[in-house]
């Protein structure tokens, strides 16, 4: 079993930067990818940013050139570093991963962390 445990969420304002971490921990072998999505209250989750155990990165439109995502392999953390932030990036911020337990071939698994709120005030 994995946990992933997103943490950095808070109550900042606009203009200002934040880091948000995606901790994952348990059985684990390697992490084929970790997304960052958001939501907010009544709107579907979106896809924020991904990042793909060759460093593959990709960002929706509306974050290109503020935000960036990176990971650290050794600790099995991703992190979200989000610059520039404005009202309407106001949301749960939750992270995904595919995670292989045992082993290159061995099946992926997908996990959510449970989410961590960020709030920009104007």
């Known amino acids: 079993q994995v946990q992933l445990v997103e943490s950095g969420g808070c109550l900042v304002q606009a203009g200002g930067s934040l880091r948000l971490s995606c901790a994952a921990s348990g059985s684990i072998f390697s992490i084929d990818v970790i997304v960052w999505y958001r939501q907010v209250p009544l709107n579907p989750r979106e896809l924020v940013a991904i990042?793909?155990?060759?460093?593959?990165?990709n960002y929706a439109d509306f974050v290109k050139g503020r935000f960036a995502i990176y990971r650290d392999n050794a600790k099995n953390t991703a992190y979200l570093q989000m610059n520039s932030l404005k009202r309407e990036d106001t949301a749960v911020y939750y992270c995904?991963?595919?995670?292989?337990?045992?082993?290159?071939?061995?099946?992926?698994?997908?996990?959510w962390g449970q989410g961590t709120q960020v709030t920009v005030s104007s």
């Open positions: 990042i793909g155990s060759g460093d593959y990165t």
């Open positions: 995904y991963a595919a995670v292989r337990s045992r082993g290159w071939g061995s099946p992926v698994y997908d996990y």
